[in-house]
């Protein structure tokens, strides 16, 4: 990727057009290969698009694969079951408190009677609404503040450095409370209160990968050739960025969910009537003693649900690898190729939180005190 | 080096300065210490007057911090309303608990992450392997009181006898000999090192994988070495850099308590403390933990930096 768009600053529009498969044309269909599959047979075959390319890889990951359609089945199960069911989420039927799964309350009732099986859907529904707002908004915010302390470095770089420790020194969870005491406690605040805790790890992740695209001969050549700021940020540096943030948005997910849960289980989350994942094993942790199921199966839920994330995560990082690319079966044969592939991806950046220090690192700096990832939040663990 | 840390440790205390300012001025806009008092006023008028004196209420919201500073630069950090002593002295019983726990858990943590990730990274592609990393996999999608409470059913309902479990009460005394303590310590402190063996162990086996497909362990295997030497002496030393840093920062979080787990094996930790001072509105406990959970955080941070500087020369710190 990296070499393609270093010549076609040079090169002229038309052959950029033509030559160039990179993430770049992506978005970019009516495209126009130099010789079309139709014309010489056999010979050259119709370029894919990257995100076509990507996600031939993806699909290809077993574990990946399988967490997609784990999460789209548990997705899937979380709408339609309610329909199912006799009961709305926050029904109360004080004649049924407390009774065992049956076919009519496939999940039991709680203690007051309400239905588990429908609240456990609609919990997984809040969870997830709140996880993927939370995660969109965090890479919205850590994007942008990544890719601007590092792109225009000095000052600029040395205060969003020491805001990021600020987030890091303070309790995730006193944050949340105050918040939550100053401004209420509906889905869409709490995402957003979760998304304010949760940006630094993105605009690490992402400062370290424009750290090091800066330097790049093609963002020079585009500078020596008269690119202005907005279309080297634009074309240059957030192609390449997009790669890693995709994977720290997948994995942001999981870690918001499991984040909310907590705080739904503290007491500090999802209010009551409303459920989430959280609030139910919070509901029935008194009774574990004697009614482990109740308690449990929205656990089980939440770690299902975190599992098939992770797993999507860790395929789209391997998709995603450019160096893949380039490695593809060149001498070995292609299982062996494949094999290293996917360790060279992982030895890249493995666990999220040292995702960033490790990037940080080979841009050559190792400054903020805070840099190498932390998981300071009392109640994180 | 010394300038480094020093700069460091210089550039940290103003941000500390800032975070407590910050916590100070949230927990006072959201809470009212006398809000219990509103409705009795002409009759506790004498009990209003004490409390608006004890947290200067009477001052500007903006600079009563300033006072606490103040009072926390001599060391005075306040008292704790809900536990009835001196922060000072709650930090330090609540602090010596949540370590009886966190070293533990570290010390079982780091040894396993080790081993699981030399032996993963050895018998890359085997069923052992698949079989570590999948538990890994689990492991990371525990949310942290699911997992307690699943080790709680487990060794505390099933096998009582094994482990007693306590009701949900954060003041219980820690055990009175030995034996009792670590019968107490083992639950959390095991819930507390699976979470950190799961995420540690994946990143402990890369970084072995990429140290074992280097050059130099090619060179050191073709000059014969046995290969017990080879990864254990050269392979290990340059893997465990990245995972030193790791551990430094895990540390740090044990160490700051965790709220969860502490609560539901009702451990009179930091965590407990926090979130009832937290609920209380005890806005000099939050601030005393505040300022000591950030000085580790900040601490550890800085160990977690200098150390990668000392294992690897070629990363200089400036």
Known sequence: MADTSEATEIATEELRDAEVHGPRDHGNPEQAPLFSAGEVEGLTEKPKSFGRLTWEKFIRHRLALVGLVGLLVIVAAFFIAPYFSNYAFDQRNVRDRLVGPSWDHPFGTDEIGRDLFVRTAQGGRYSMRIGLMAAVIATVIGTLFGAVAAYFGRWVDVAISQLINLVLVVPALLILAVFALYFGRDANRLALVLALLLWTRIARVVRGVVLSIKEADYVMAARAAGASHGRIIGRHVLPNVIGAVVVEVTLLVGTVIVLESTLSFLGLGVQRPNASLGTLVADAKGSIATDPVRVLMPGFFIVLIVLCINFIGDGLRDALDPKAKVEGGKFDSKKAAKKRRKDGAKAGGIDGRTRGSALTVGGGRLTGSVEQGSNSTPGAP | ?318
């Open chain 2, 1 to 318: 080096m010394f300038a480094y840390i020093t700069r460091r440790v210089l550039v940290s205390i103003p941000l500390l300065a800032v975070a407590l300012y910050l916590v100070f001025i949230g927990v006072s806009l959201t809470t009212d210490p006398r809000a219990d008092f509103y409705l009795c006023l002409p009759r506790c008028q004498d009990g209003f007057d004490r409390i608006t004196e004890v947290y200067n209420l009477d001052t500007n919201v903006w600079l009563r911090p300033f006072i606490w500073f103040g009072e926390a630069l001599t060391g005075d950090l306040g008292e704790s309303t809900t536990i009835g002593q001196p922060v000072t002295e709650v930090l330090r019983t609540r602090g010596w608990n949540t370590a009886m726990i966190a070293v533990p858990a570290f010390l079982v943590s780091a040894i396993f992450a080790l081993l699981l990730s030399v032996y993963s990274a050895r018998h890359q592609y085997t069923f052992g392997d698949y079989f570590f990393t999948g538990l890994a996999f689990v492991g990371l999608a525990f949310p942290s009181f699911v997992l307690a409470l699943v080790i709680q059913n487990i060794f505390g309902v099933q096998f009582q006898n094994w482990f007693g479990v306590k009701p949900f009460n954060t003041g219980r005394k820690t055990g009175t000999n030995f034996l009792e303590l670590l019968r107490d310590i083992t639950l959390p402190a095991m819930s507390l090192a699976i979470l950190f063996i799961s995420a540690d162990s994946r990143f402990g086996r890369a970084s072995m994988l990429e140290t074992l497909n280097q050059d130099y362990i090619r060179t050191a295997r073709a000059k014969g070495i046995s290969e017990r030497s080879v990864v254990w002496k050269h392979a290990l030393r340059n893997a465990l850099i990245p995972l030193v840093t790791l551990w430094a920062l895990n540390f740090s979080a044990l160490l700051s308590g965790s709220v969860v787990t502490e609560s539901i094996f009702s451990w009179p930790g930091l965590g407990p403390a926090f979130i009832t001072g937290l609920q209380a509105s005890d806005l000099d406990l939050v601030l005393g933990i505040v300022l000591l959970t950030g000085s580790i955080v900040v601490v550890f941070n800085l160990i977690a930096d200098v150390l990668y500087g000392v294992l690897d020369p070629r990363i200089r710190l400036n």
